[in-house]
């Protein structure tokens, strides 16, 4: 760990995660609201290994207010679901400068959290390959779920857009009900769909979701 820099550790230890979320406090901006594609190559230029990272999901800053165009972040976070071992490779984000779209960002020391085998899950967007209504997408995540050997209950959400680079790419919000633990899990773990890097197909218990829905909308 680089000097100076310090985690709160609130993971239970007595049971082990494959991956955990880390919880980045950040200040600066404003920055555009959809701003997944923008964040994620901010967070590369420090890190050039994160692209190689697949296994690195990055959801989209949190603030406390917005416009329709701008998130204002102040006291704000950003969480990054990765392995326990990747998170050596993350610290060096603390107080490096970040600038998103022309905004300069900063994080401080990240909190480290275990993830919860809760029955519900909600993903601010999901993105599957030529899944652009709703039918579509519902017989795309059905799809996805049972190739992960997971049983749960959809329930599918508001239509959404992100811009990555010059394409925009059509998704839905996704709630998933019913689950077992182990699923739960699973299904965090893993993810839905494809961009993680770009905040998509990311899950979190429902509570956490909405707020941090209501602290950072996006298109």
Not at 74 to 92: D, K, M, Q
Request: charge should be positive; charged fraction near 20%; hydrophobic fraction near 45%.
């Amino acid at each position: 760990m680089p000097r100076g820099v310090g985690c709160v550790v609130l993971l239970r230890w007595g049971n082990p995660m494959a991956l955990i979320d880390l919880l980045f406090p950040v200040q600066g901006g404003p920055v555009p609201l959809d701003h997944a594609y923008l964040l994620f190559a901010a967070l590369s230029r420090h890190i050039p290994a994160l692209h190689e990272r697949s296994d690195l999901g990055v959801f989209s800053l949190r603030g406390v207010s917005n416009t329709r165009e701008l998130l204002y972040l102040g006291r704000g976070t950003l969480r990054l679901r990765c392995p326990v071992e990747a998170v050596a490779t993350l610290l060096p984000l603390v107080s490096a400068p970040l600038e998103v779209a022309g905004r300069r960002l900063s994080l401080g020391a990240p909190s480290l959290y275990a993830l919860e085998p809760v029955p519900s899950l909600a993903a601010r967007l999901v993105t599957f390959k030529h899944a652009m209504d709703e039918p579509a997408f519902i017989a795309a995540a059905s799809r996805a779920l049972e190739a992960l050997g997971v049983q749960a209950t959809l329930t599918v959400g508001r239509r959404r857009i992100v811009r990555i680079a010059d394409k925009k790419v059509v998704g839905f919000a996704l709630d998933l009900h019913g689950l077992s633990a182990e699923h739960s899990l699973r299904v965090q773990e893993r993810g839905l769909g494809g961009r993680r890097h770009m905040g998509c197909g990311l899950f979190l218990p429902p509570g956490r979701a909405a707020l941090a829905q209501a602290r950072g909308r996006a298109a």
